[in-house]
Antibody, heavy 123, light 106 residues
């Protein structure tokens, strides 16, 4: 079925960077992509972007583009999301979720999710 | 950009009764519509995909209906574990979510 396990919660100062990891198991990592989403406290879900674990191709939401980098390490079946120049409104739970292998692939929903990583940005 | 609009924001229903949640897309999304359930402190869980297909392990009291750009999630007989926030999502080349419906105990 598959499982995604994310790294632990983080506390960062404004202007710093954070890198969240998402380790996949129970499925072939390179047969899928990985989405990243976030959820500010008490708010809804915001899609941040996607990476193909097969090609490394990425697609970022316009709002976050320029501050985010998503990567995938096929040797460890781990996806990473790095967010730079952190602001207070980046405080949120960050999730990874399994997705399509390529953008041209048939659409698929987010069927496996990580447990979430809380990132708090505070001076 | 396709906007997903859910209604109501909050729905109060008694256990054992039926709950009906709505989601509208601002333009055609075919049936690339998913429903997720989220409980406090947990990640979302996929319930329904392709507008009406139940995900693995989802009880048959959950069902999805599509009519054009209008989508409905029906929970036929509410159990205590069903009280949560529900999100709809469009997942074809872009991945917008509705703002959520909180299903609470009446």
């Amino acid at each position: 079925q598959g499982q995604l396990v994310q790294s632990g919660d983080e506390v960062k100062k404004p202007g710093a960077s954070v890198k969240v990891s998402c380790k996949a198991s129970g499925y072939i990592f390179t047969s899928y992509g990985m989405h990243w989403l976030r959820q500010a406290p008490g708010q809804g879900l915001e899609w941040m972007g996607w990476i193909s674990a097969y090609t490394g191709e990425t697609l970022y939401a316009q709002k976050i583009q320029g501050r985010v980098t998503m990567t995938a390490d096929t040797t460890t079946s781990t996806a990473y999301m790095e967010l730079r120049s952190l602001r207070s409104d980046d405080t949120a739970a960050y999730y990874c979720a399994r997705g399509v292998i390529m953008l041209q692939s048939p659409p698929r929903p987010f069927d496996i999710w990580g447990q979430g990583t809380m990132v708090t940005v505070s001076s | 950009e396709i906007v997903m609009t859910q209604s109501p924001v909050t729905l109060s229903v008694s256990p054992g009764e039926r709950a009906t949640l709505s989601c509208r897309a601002s333009q055609s999304i075919s049936n690339y519509l998913a429903w997720y359930q989220q409980k406090p402190g947990q990640a979302p869980r996929l319930l329904i995909y392709a507008a009406s297909m139940r995900a693995n392990g989802i009880p048959d009291r959950f069902s999805g209906i599509a009519s054009g750009t209008e989508f409905t999630l029906i929970i036929s007989s509410l159990q205590s574990e069903d009280f949560a926030v529900y999100y709809c999502q469009h997942y074809n080349n872009w991945y917008n979510f509705g703002q959520g419906t909180k299903l609470e105990i009446k």
